[in-house]
């Protein structure tokens, strides 16, 4: 009797996500994936194309938790609150998930229609509808990149002397100094 194929995209993704999390991204190879899946590896090119398709699913699989996340978070929220909490919430999680900061570091390897780059869009639209419109506000895309940067930051050794409560009250003005500038800047 045959047995019967239990593999689908969702378990390879998923086990792709628990190597680069154990193991870190370099690790996490299309021969390593099928040897914790228990398969062939040519088993996972029934599901991907390759090595970077299964990373872009990978990130966009974490990057629509992010988003449920926001979407979640910012409920019922305007304002500065709302721009604080959704800086607050996607910095927090992209800090504590190893995945996908690892991918996100990588970013430049994908092109604008690999799955990453659409949901990254998706946390884009949310983040628009912020109503960040001022003139002299910066746009959301300098935003999220401060952000993220912020987050690089926050995970190299240069700053873990930083208790947490300076990290976040550091944090905090710097998101708000972007979207209200001071006066003039001498």
Known sequence: MAQKRTLDLAKVIEKAND??????????????VAKALGVRSQSLYHYVSGRK?????????????????????L?????????????????????????LSSIIYHLNEYSKDDAINQEISNIFSL????????????????????????VFLDKSAAYKNEDKETANENYHKMILRLVEPAEIIQ
Not at 63 to 69: F, R, S, Y
Not at 128 to 146: Q, T
């Open 127 to 150: 983040g628009e509808k912020l109503n960040l419109k001022k003139d002299d506000a910066i746009s959301f895309h300098a935003l999220v990149g401060a952000v993220l940067g912020y």
């Open 19 to 32: 190597l680069i999390c154990e193991k870190g991204l370099a690790e996490t190879t299309m021969p390593n």
């Open 53 to 73: 398709q299964l990373i872009s699913l990978v990130g966009a699989d974490r990057i629509k938790i992010l988003h449920q996340k926001l979407v979640d978070s």
């Open 75 to 99: 409920m019922g929220v305007s304002g500065r609150e709302a721009l604080l909490k959704f800086a607050d919430v996607t910095r927090n999680y992209v800090l504590h998930d190893p995945a």
